[in-house]
């Protein structure tokens, strides 16, 4: 994935208030509120196969919500340990003590929200881990950060396609079928619904452009156009192949649905996740470009939509005042996202949902507009939301690290 080189060769002066510079933290704030919305329309909302322009509003959020969420991991990462420029010695330890602090508690708190029995596929124990695999390459510079995602979007779905035809499979007679679900570190590695081998790449892909100028107009344009060539790249390759490759759409609809199966067809296999993933029982599955398939193609596309979301996000916050003001209540979610996302689960399970996507509409729009109200009001007063303050306290014992 190639990305723009700043034309700055500092960072930018530290501001002297505690609030951040609006083009390099509140965009990114923004983005994150969008990412809990999109999660919230993926877990909450009603179907998409039910089609029309909800159906269709729902369908853009499944998948690509959780990439842009992985891709502000690594954002989130270099804001830890020094975005434009990384920290050394005591300060730059410090810092790695505090991710793996960090990485720790997601590890555990998404199990324990995993154990709590909703519907939901918890990716914050996946989360964890992806902060513990990349934290040794927290002092690259964005270029080898954009070669190492880009090699690990082209190499990395094909082993992981290799390694789960090695696990136990529950087929019979012979016949392929999706490895048994498994527990702890392969779960998260292989065959968990977040498997670290196919989402690391957008946590790099992240990694680069915070390394970026990203308070310099041209540093964003190209960003933007980077994104859109990268989802027309990924999106714009997997139509043509499956439907030039001979037989690609008849082995799909034959036996590439795997456990998401929906109601829609094959053919929409290269953007959609309504018609189901692709169970690996076939190699055309790795011509699928639709969300969560696990594929080159499949991250491609939906790190080129992270990435042209982040770049519009910091772009229109800093330029145009009144949409900033506008949109403060999705920033003060994004600024809590995690106390966001723990709060959706847990209102899952209060409301006893045993099936996902299915709800009305009503319920998605009553889960947005509770969250937004409670960090709207909380942001008044405090800084941090809830859990992100506590986050915060519990990795303080890293400033003992010398």
Aim: hydrophobic share 50%; with cysteine; aromatic share 8%.
């Amino acid at each position: 994935m190639s990305l723009p080189r700043s034309t700055r060769n500092s960072p930018p002066p530290a501001p002297a208030t505690d609030r951040a510079p609006v083009g390099r933290l509140i965009g990114v704030d923004l983005a994150r509120g969008l990412v809990v919305f999109g999660m919230f329309a993926a877990h909450v909302g009603p179907d998409p196969a039910q089609g029309g322009t909800t159906g269709h509003l729902m369908e853009l959020a499944h998948g690509r919500a959780s990439a842009l969420f992985a891709f502000l991991a690594g954002f989130s990462i270099m804001l830890i340990t020094g975005r434009r420029t990384p920290k050394t010695g005591r300060a730059g330890r410090q810092a790695v003590a505090k991710v793996v602090i960090r990485a720790l508690v997601l590890l555990v708190l998404g199990t324990a929200l995993t154990m709590t029995g909703t519907p939901v596929e918890v990716i914050l124990a996946f989360y964890g881990l992806y902060f513990l695999l990349v934290l040794p390459l927290y002092r690259l510079t964005a270029g080898p950060l954009a070669v190492i995602a880009a090699a690990s979007a082209l190499v990395l779905p094909q082993i992981l396609y290799v390694v789960q035809h090695a696990l136990p499979a529950e087929g019979a007679d012979g016949i392929w079928a999706r490895p048994k679900d498994a527990d702890g570190v392969v779960s998260l590695l292989f065959t968990g619904s977040y498997p670290a081998l196919t989402w690391v790449p957008f946590v790099v892909a992240g990694m680069a452009v915070a390394r970026l100028d990203l308070t310099a107009a041209v540093v964003r344009i190209r960003l933007a156009i980077t994104g859109g060539c990268l989802a027309v790249l990924g999106y714009g390759g997997s139509w043509p192949a499956l439907h030039l490759v001979p037989g690609a759409l008849t082995k799909l609809s034959a036996g590439g649905w795997g456990e998401w199966g929906g109601g829609g067809s094959a053919a929409s296999a290269w953007w959609s996740d309504t018609w189901g993933h692709p169970d690996g029982s076939t190699p055309v599955g790795l011509l699928v470009a639709s969300p969560h398939s696990e594929t080159t193609l499949s991250i491609l596309a939906n790190a080129g939509v992270a990435i042209a979301v982040l770049a519009g996000c910091l772009a229109a916050v800093d330029a145009f005042p009144r949409f900033h003001r506008a949109v403060r209540p999705v920033i003060a979610v994004g600024s809590m996202s995690l106390t966001a996302y723990v709060l959706h689960i847990v209102g899952i399970r209060f409301l006893g949902t045993e099936e996902l996507p299915g709800p009305a509409l009503h319920v998605l729009i009553g889960f947005i507009v509770a969250v937004t109200v409670f960090a709207t009001l909380w942001s008044r007063y405090f800084r941090r939301g809830p859990l992100e303050w506590l986050l915060g306290k519990v990795t303080e014992p890293a400033g003992l690290v010398r």
